[in-house]
């Protein structure tokens, strides 16, 4: 299965999708795609010899009608989002039905939606005394962190003492979480069942 992974930062997550990728060989990432026009993500992606696209309206940018051809030719499968932080056009998002995922650093659909991203989702999470917190891989529908909930996993953060400690706890989970919902797919095990979202064993 080929895939795509949105970007806009460090690319941790995006290492991990590769270094899943290399260990299952069930998909490969056949491009990266960023909003901005270089980050470590993108160095990720040469590294691995990935190619790269920017996309958006700045110059030299491609459109995302342009992009939806490129991913045409490259016969994509699956968009993963992982801290791409813009929102998707509807176009876009309606062109690929229940095939683009994104993953959230906490337990939608507490601590989600506009401005809740990096640091501020753990620092409400930390402030709320919550005991637990986690990540949530979610289909991509037309407003952010709304789509029909794939996959969570929990962390205990009953004792830490800083909202980037949560952070650190909630980063090894999504490194497992996203490369684990992306092999299901793979293997044609997420389906909507009952309206559901459902990860067949
Ligand atoms: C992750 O915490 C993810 O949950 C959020 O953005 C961050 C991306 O981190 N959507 P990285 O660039 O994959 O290291």
Do not use: W
């Not at 949105?6 to 490969?28: P, T, W, Y």
């Not at 650190?168 to 793979?186: G, M, R, S, T």
């Amino acid at each position: 299965m080929n895939i795509a992974v949105f970007v806009s930062g460090r690319g941790s997550n995006l290492q991990a999708i590769i270094n899943s990728q290399i260990e299952q060989s069930k998909f490969e990432v056949k491009a990266v795609v960023s909003d901005k026009i270089s980050c470590p993500a993108f160095e990720i992606a040469v590294k691995n010899s990935i190619p790269t696209f920017s996309v958006g309206g700045k110059e030299g940018f491609i459109g995302y009608s342009e992009l939806a051809e490129k991913f045409d030719k490259l016969k994509i499968e699956l968009i993963v989002l992982a801290g791409f932080l813009k929102l998707i056009p509807d176009s876009f998002v309606n062109k690929y039905p229940f095939k683009i995922i994104n993953i959230h650093p906490a337990l939608l659909p507490s601590f989600g939606g506009h401005g809740m991203y990096g640091i501020n989702v753990h620092k409400a999470v930390f402030e709320s005394s919550a005991k637990v917190s986690g990540a949530t891989v979610h289909f991509v529908d037309l407003t952010y962190d709304t789509g029909r909930i794939i996959a969570q996993r929990c962390v205990d953060i009953s004792g830490v003492k800083s909202p980037e400690e949560i952070a650190e706890k909630v980063l090894n989970v999504e490194h497992e979480i996203l490369p684990y919902v992306i092999k299901k797919f793979a293997e044609n095990k997420v389906k909507i069942i009952d309206n559901r979202a459902v990860v067949l064993d």
